[in-house]
């Protein structure tokens, strides 16, 4: 019975706004790499490099199952901690938002959801090999997409209920990938 009544016409408890369920708040901070204070979306995104490294994940079929996966249970649970806290921003997100992404962010995106960086980067090194090199350009071109955002991901990002959140991810992992792939060939046409 969901009425906040109870038979003798009291209230009933409710959950407390504040309190994010466990599940949605591990899957959604990262294993809780969302909470470090400053840069939490580095870090988030270094929390998708330690899952990459795992020996496998690197094959297509895993790496795109897990982008998938990751995709849809980040919508559900970065929706659902977005609900809760708002667009709380850590003072770093608060700049860079401010000097690289002007003007109005009317969909909740807080600093602590770092699913969203975590499928980017998965997105950034799928169908390439996993070598050193393409793990740094994969990492740097990542985080500046993440960044600054461009075109669509900018417009993705205003989409509401946790879509918005991991789809302009979702488009800077594509936009990485493709300079990575860049950089790894001429890498390859350099020193091989």
Known sequence: MNS?????????PEEPSDV??????????GLFSGYIPWTS??????????????????????????????FFVGVWASARVADIVGHQLTRTAEMSKRLF????????????????????????????????????????????CDILKPQPARALERVPHGWGIMLDDVVAGIYANIATQILWYAWVQVYH
Do not use: C
């Not at 906040?4 to 009933?12: L, R």
């Not at 799928?126 to 740094?136: Q, R």
């Open 41 to 70: 979306g580095t870090f988030g995104t270094l929390v998708g490099v330690l899952f990459y490294l795992i020996p496998g994940a690197e094959h297509p079929a895993v790496l795109g199952a897990m982008s998938v996966i990751g």
């Open 101 to 144: 992404q002007p003007g109005d962010h009317e969909t909740a995106d807080p600093s602590i959801v770092v699913i969203d960086e975590i499928v980017g980067i998965w997105i950034t090194y799928l169908f390439l090999p996993k070598t050193l090199v393409v793990i740094i350009a994969g990492f740097i071109a990542f985080r500046a």
């Open 4 to 12: 906040s009544k109870n038979s003798a016409g009291g209230a009933q």
């Open 20 to 29: 994010i369920p466990f599940l949605p708040r591990i899957i959604a901070t």
